[in-house]
């Protein structure tokens, strides 16, 4: 099955600084990698995603960056702000395998931290 | 829309208790799945189901039996809580055809 590791697993960032964590995958046939942002005693939210037909995507301060070939993904997050700390994970799927099924595995989480 | 809820919040069982937590979703989802988040090892599904009457397992299964009678409802159910088991419960749902998963907010279960 498919194994995904994610890198660091904490974080600390100055205000306005970037920050970027790293996630590689196993399964050469996963094709779908979203990250999702979870807050303290929330559920977490999907924030950004990437299929395997494009290599990076952009979102006003957050982009994800996708390298088939070394089977690894990063989110980059500009300008960070106290209001992005948070965990965040990263995970991946098969679409055309799983299909109607939720078959996502996530990476461990990342703990990012803003200061002021 | 409430989106996805979870029922209870919080909850203490002795070991071998019996409980069943309640997830809804009111965006008449398809596909509704249960994970746990275990520290350091980030969101293992559980179970999932791609429509009323069907159910599937997913990784870490046992010790868990799930239902989907109406498309609304998605209960799990653990028949003899063990301290393994301790851990936060996420329920999960999304549109057919559509990748982004929905959320609840979680169920905080300790077994003694």
């Known amino acids: 099955g498919e194994n995904v590791e994610q890198h660091p697993s904490t974080l600390s960032v100055q205000e306005g600084d970037s920050a970027v964590i790293k996630c590689t995958y196993s399964?050469?046939?996963?094709?779908?990698f979203p990250w999702y942002k979870q807050e303290l005693g929330k559920g977490p939210q999907l924030i950004i995603d990437?299929?395997?037909?494009?290599g990076e995507k952009k979102d006003q301060r957050i982009a994800v960056t996708l390298n088939k070939t070394a089977k690894h993904f990063s989110l980059h997050i500009t300008e960070t702000q106290p209001e992005d700390s948070a965990v965040y994970f990263c995970?991946?799927?098969?679409?055309?395998?799983?299909?109607?099924?939720?078959?996502?595995?996530f990476g461990t989480g990342t703990q990012l931290k803003v200061e002021l | 829309n409430a989106g996805v809820t979870q029922t209870p919040k919080f909850q203490v069982l002795k070991t071998g208790q019996s409980m069943t937590l309640q997830c809804a979703q009111d965006?008449?989802?398809?596909?509704m799945s249960w994970y746990r988040q275990d520290p350091g090892m980030g969101l293992r599904l559980i179970h999932y189901?791609?429509?009323?009457?069907?159910?599937d397992q997913g990784e870490v299964p046992n010790g868990y039996n799930v239902s989907r009678s109406t498309t609304e409802d998605f209960p799990l159910r653990l028949l003899s809580a063990a301290p393994s088991q301790t851990s936060v419960y996420f329920c999960?749902?999304?549109?057919?055809?559509?990748?982004?998963?929905?959320f609840g907010p979680g169920t905080r279960l300790l077994v003694l």
């Open positions: 990437i299929r395997s037909n494009v």
């Open positions: 399964d050469s046939a996963s094709n779908y």
């Open positions: 965006m008449n989802h398809e596909y």
């Open positions: 189901s791609v429509g009323a009457g069907i159910t």
């Open positions: 995970a991946a799927s098969n679409v055309i395998l799983t299909g109607g099924g939720n078959k996502l595995t």
């Open positions: 999960a749902s999304r549109r057919q055809g559509a990748q982004t998963q929905y």
